[in-house]
């Protein structure tokens, strides 16, 4: 009993010190939430987001269900937040130098002779994807929300929930979640692809999906990306995944 009470005295310490997270659910006008995203699905391809990661990495995932090629034109699809447009493809190159050199000196003297060579490669991603039939194509290239914390407003639902990080089940933690619908959400992005079954864009479409956070909770960081969880033999093994795909979390600054 004596060990019982200071387990849990420990967890209330713990629970109390530990930071807090925001996880942010999203929604889109064209896709709909499965356990790996939010999907997008026709007879022309699959079209995935995932944003599980912190702040929200945007991955996007394209799959050819035709019998011939599908192309995306870089230069005409953006991702879009608030009103500020930023493109997928620019029209720079990256160019990556290494030098090398040696030194000699004659003598006693103080002159020197120096030799150096210079080179490099020069990388330009292609303005244009090919995607062969019946195969993924995936990209990574936007942060969702890159800094600050996420603004809030309105009334939470306050719920207890199971302390997932902690050994005894009894244990629970609060969580608070503000819902939103798409016009009220404090965070709304878009990202707009342009496609074509011909190299040459004679059939291009496009697909504009328009995302918003529906709800923000606010809980205990262990809860969301520290996670204890029990073991066949009893033993506890500490995981740090998050699995939410059609989410993301933001780490709120530790209060002084």
């Known amino acids: 009993m004596k060990h019982l009470v200071l387990l849990l005295a420990f967890s209330a310490a713990f629970a109390g010190c530990m930071p807090t997270v925001q996880v942010v659910t999203l929604r889109g006008t064209n896709v709909r939430p499965v356990q790996d995203g939010l999907l997008l699905d026709n007879d022309t391809l699959t079209l995935q987001y995932s944003f599980a990661s912190e702040r929200g990495e945007m991955q996007v995932s394209v799959v050819n269900k035709l019998n011939q090629p599908l192309y995306i034109d870089w230069k005409q699809s953006s991702f879009i937040i608030g009103h500020k447009k930023l493109d997928y493809w620019y029209d720079v190159a990256n160019v990556n130098l290494l030098t090398s050199g040696s030194a000699y000196r004659y003598g006693r003297s103080?002159?020197?002779?120096?030799?150096?060579?210079?080179?490099?490669?020069?990388?330009?991603?292609?303005?244009?994807?090919?995607?062969?039939?019946?195969?993924?194509?995936?990209?990574?290239?936007?942060?969702?929300?890159?800094?600050?914390?996420?603004?809030?407003?309105?009334?939470?639902?306050?719920?207890?929930?199971?302390?997932?990080?902690?050994?005894n089940s009894r244990k629970t933690v609060t969580v608070r979640t503000y819902t939103y619908l798409a016009e009220q959400s404090p965070l709304r992005f878009r990202n707009y692809l342009t496609l074509s079954t011909d190299r040459n864009f004679k059939t291009e479409f496009y697909i504009d999906t328009q995302f918003w956070a529906s709800d923000v909770r606010l809980e205990p960081e262990a809860q969301v990306i520290d996670v204890l969880k029990k073991q066949s033999d009893g033993s506890y093994v500490n995981t740090k995944s998050f699995l939410q795909n059609d989410g993301f979390f933001v780490i709120l600054p530790s209060k002084q």
């Open 110 to 167: 103080n002159f020197y002779s120096t030799r150096s060579s210079t080179s490099g490669t020069i990388l330009k991603e292609n303005p244009i994807s090919f995607i062969p039939p019946h195969t993924r194509l995936t990209k990574r290239q936007f942060i969702v929300w890159p800094n600050g914390t996420i603004p809030t407003s309105g009334t939470p639902v306050v719920s207890q929930e199971q302390a997932r990080w902690a050994a």
